[in-house]
């Protein structure tokens, strides 16, 4: 008894030192005591975990995907391995598999208005549009006010070709948050998309105005110069192009 107590000990000291070197950033030496953990109880999840996260942010994919299973044989009900492998999966670009591991999140927790966004952004990606609109209506029940389902669900409208809801729906979010800059680079792509490019210049001059200090943000710019064309107006396009 007291010689496995002594190696139970040993074992949570290497996990313990793992998970300090992880939070510093030094995930390759955090595996190291990660696996020497594992070696000694190959059921310790969260070192499974804590290793399968390592690997994952040191870009070893396939590796953490492994890591995660093993975790997952031992206990499925932990939400980590779930998100990791969510994760892990998006980092791959296979948003298929992702998408089914980010519905167990959801499955596990229905509250979380992330994991709803989560989903939705996720079958967006897939072109899975209407199911996608379902996903982010489910963030959007827990958090009306949710502005990043909100404008995720009106990208994916404009996909439908449903440009007047997606209208209404960007609308609301500058309601809620004038300050809100997406929301008027795609209000001012929805209007364009619907011939009213009056209007759509009119959003990304808004855009433009929030974003003066930040030289990062040229999708206004860029859609900017698309209207100015569209409108005649050839003289300023070419000076912005310039400018760039």
């Not at 999840?45 to 299973?69: E, F, H, P, T």
């Not at 990606?125 to 404008?151: H, T």
Request: glycine share 4%; charged share 25%; hydrophobic share 40%.
């Amino acid at each position: 008894m007291l010689i496995a107590a002594c190696v139970a000990e040993e074992t949570d000291y290497f996990y313990w030192r793992g998970f300090k070197l992880f939070e510093s950033g030094n995930y390759t030496e955090a595996m190291t005591y990660f696996d020497k953990a594992i070696s000694q109880d190959p059921t310790y999840v969260d070192a499974w975990i804590k290793k399968g996260d390592s690997q994952r942010i040191l870009k070893d994919y396939n590796g953490s995907v492994q890591s995660y299973n093993q975790a997952l044989q031992i206990d499925d009900s932990k939400i980590a391995i779930w998100l990791g492998l969510t994760e892990a999966h998006v980092a791959r670009k296979d948003y298929a598999k992702a998408s089914s591991f980010a519905a167990k999140l959801t499955e596990f927790n229905p509250k979380n208005k992330m994991n709803w966004l989560r989903e939705g952004n996720l079958l967006q990606l897939q072109g899975r549009y209407a199911e996608s609109v379902a996903k982010y209506d489910g963030a959007l029940e827990l958090d009306p006010q949710f502005k990043d389902a909100s404008y995720k669900k009106g990208l994916t409208l404009i996909a439908l070709n449903e440009i007047s809801k997606a209208i209404e729906l960007f609308e609301k979010i500058l309601e809620i948050d004038p300050r809100y800059k997406p929301a008027y680079t795609a209000m001012a792509m929805a209007f364009e998309a619907d011939g009213k490019h009056a209007d759509a210049l009119e959003a990304y001059e808004a855009a433009l105005h929030l974003s003066k200090h930040d030289t990062s943000w040229k999708q206004a710019l860029i859609g900017k110069m698309h209207v100015l064309i569209a409108l005649n107006k050839t003289h300023e396009p070419m000076r912005i192009f310039m400018d760039l």
